[in-house]
């Protein structure tokens, strides 16, 4: 799979409605074949930081998303809202889901 972070740091005035602002392109993302999850979190020591974890099915997947019309739409309609060139970790990783932290496992309970 294609494994990807994001951080993007939001103009403080739209910090607050950034859920809002990018929610047609999470939404049509979500809905690709290829798409694994694509989820935005908050950070907790910046509020005008997002982080997007996302992951794609394979190479073909990733490049679909790229050239999709809801792509390109966001690459026009969010760098306004945006304080800075959004920053990105990107892999292939040879999985196709989230692996178990054992170190952190989880009792079963009876």
């Known amino acids: ?4 972070t994001a951080k993007f740091r ?6 607050e409605r950034w859920p809002e ?10 809905g690709e074949p290829g ?3 694509f989820d935005w979190s908050r ?3 910046d509020a005008t930081e997002y982080v997007l974890v996302e992951a794609f099915r394979d190479t073909e997947a990733g490049a679909a998303h790229v050239q999709s019309e809801h ?20 892999f292939t990783i040879p999985q196709d889901d989230w ?6 496992a989880v009792p079963e309970q009876a």
């Open 71 to 90: 792509f390109r739409a966001a690459q026009a309609t969010l760098p306004p809202h945006l304080a800075e060139t959004p920053r990105i970790v990107n």
């Open 21 to 30: 602002i990018a929610g047609e392109f999470t939404r049509a993302t979500r």
């Open 99 to 104: 692996s178990l932290l054992g170190e952190m």
């Open 1 to 4: 799979m294609i494994f990807i």
């Open 10 to 15: 939001v103009r403080p005035e739209y910090a």
């Open 43 to 45: 950070s907790l020591d």
């Open 35 to 37: 798409c694994l999850w």
